[in-house]
């Protein structure tokens, strides 16, 4: 069984949330907080007793669980679902694999590297105000970056790759954010 085999996640809503190895799905589906929906063909896991086919694509078979009241922590996936993926300049939809972190004080003029300081842009805006603040770069943030209390459920932004199981690919054609990378987080 290869190390890259991954098992694609669905809400119970049907829409995709990651992706995550093989072994984890078969967790998820042992301890029955998902369902298979699709399974590769040509694949198994065998016990001395049984024999499982790998799922190729799981769905949950409850709602995800709500946020819980802690504050969240400082992360770059955290800074990107608080800014919706968008650019905090030109306000551009931006991909996570092509997004920035841009620090709005930069940090040789003494800015810090936190919740307040920290904002997704694009590259060619991350590139126009360089080593300035955005008043000297004449640009301007659509919001000031603060440390939100809860955050919204980052969308997930899905494209066909080259090598995906071709199982996964009617979940991924109807999903309303088309033009970036399947990322799996961790």
Known sequence: MG???????????????????????????????????????DRRVRTVSVHFEVPSVLRFVRG????????????????????????QYCGRRVPRHDATFDHVVPRGRGGKTGWDNIVIACLPCNRVKA???????????????????????????????????????????DTRYWGARLEQDG
Not at 140 to 169: D, I, Q, S
Request: proline share 8%; glycine share 6%; hydrophobic share 40%.
């Open 64 to 87: 995800l669980r709500p946020q819980t009241k802690r504050r969240p922590s400082f992360s770059r996936a955290n800074v990107y679902a608080r800014d919706e993926g968008r650019c």
């Open 131 to 173: 080593c300035r603040t955005p008043d000297e770069a004449g640009m301007a943030l659509l919001a000031a970056p603060r440390r939100p209390h809860v955050l919204p459920r980052a969308p997930m932004m899905v494209t066909w790759e080259k090598g995906m199981p071709l199982t996964w690919r009617q979940y991924l054609r």
């Open 3 to 41: 190390a890259q085999m991954e098992t694609l996640i669905l809400t119970a809503a049907w829409e995709p949330v990651g992706r995550v190895g093989w072994e984890r799905a078969m967790t998820l589906w042992l301890a029955g907080r998902a369902e298979v929906v699709e399974v590769y063909e």
